[in-house]
């Protein structure tokens, strides 16, 4: 049963939601067909949002039944929600009907945090080039909090750099989240990873000890060339990020002591090159000294200037959900 909910003016007055089910595939294989050239995510996470059991993966329909859009809201903890996947057929685009699916996708997000009780956030991440979207978040109350922006690097081989990292350990973790706490990058960060397909996650305790019981937790001690010490942190994993890319190693959190950055980043490459894979990639927050110590590291944006992100939260349970 879903929740009451408290639409905003101004959505689409001929839209009604429901639950997307199995029955939806056809529809939405030919509006993800018709997105980023064919090669939309959409399908390969199909099956796994009509499982999931907290949020909710919705469509917004015509009068006639038609299935005009969908999008997906996600719970990753406590308070903390995740809105994506907006999709709108595109023979409809133009009407107002993402516009209306980003209304719904809020108001459930308030509906459920109140459900559940206590402080709560939505987010979602969009291109930096995506002036509409970016009119939308700000008439529905989100603020921009972060920039991201993809940098690539390829391997260096180093064997003495990479034996600066070492696989983080359950045992690991209290001192890990000590070094979190006190690092301004990781308040910048919106205390977050950004995964794939631009997820936003915070990482909590419970996230951590996920994380590093996936082996993608790695301490560096590339400053004081002590092991029991923790001089920067990376987290990734070795995979395609997007269909039709080889396997590199993507990057979500990328951390260390205050101007060892381009050093650890240089590592990484190192790394990379130990964990048989051609390239490194990062989506690395957009500041200026970050900026520069990345590049001093030999990383460099795509020739095309795409890959910049911009993430926007909104607090839940304010009183409204208005717009300007």
Known sequence: MHPTLYMPR??????????????????????????????????DVFETWLADPEGMFYAGCLPDGRLAGAAKLTRFGDGEWWLEGIRVDPTLRGQGIG???????????????????????????????????HRMAAAFQFRQVAQFWRYSAPVLPSAARAETFR?????????????????????????SAIEARWQCRRLTDARLRDLAAQGMIWLWHGVHQDAARIDGVLIGYVGSPCRQMPPEFNLTYLDARVGSLASIAQAARALDAALDVPSVRHMILARGERLVAIEQAGWRRPKDDSGKACLFSRALNQESVSEN
Do not use: K
Not at 170 to 188: K, Q, V
């Open 167 to 191: 696989l983080c350990t359950p045992e690991h973790l209290p001192a890990l989240r000590a070094f979190l706490n006190s690092s301004p990058h990781y308040a910048n960060v919106q205390q």
């Open 99 to 133: 516009r209306a699916i980003h209304a719904y996708g809020v108001a459930l997000a308030e509906a459920l945090q109140r459900a559940r009780g206590g402080a709560g956030e939505v987010r979602f991440c969009t291109d930096l080039s995506n002036a509409p979207v």
């Open 10 to 43: 101004a959505t689409h007055p001929e839209l009604t939601f429901r639950a997307v089910t199995a029955a939806d595939r056809d529809a939405l294989e030919r509006i993800a067909a018709q997105t980023w050239d064919g090669n939309d995510y959409l399908m």
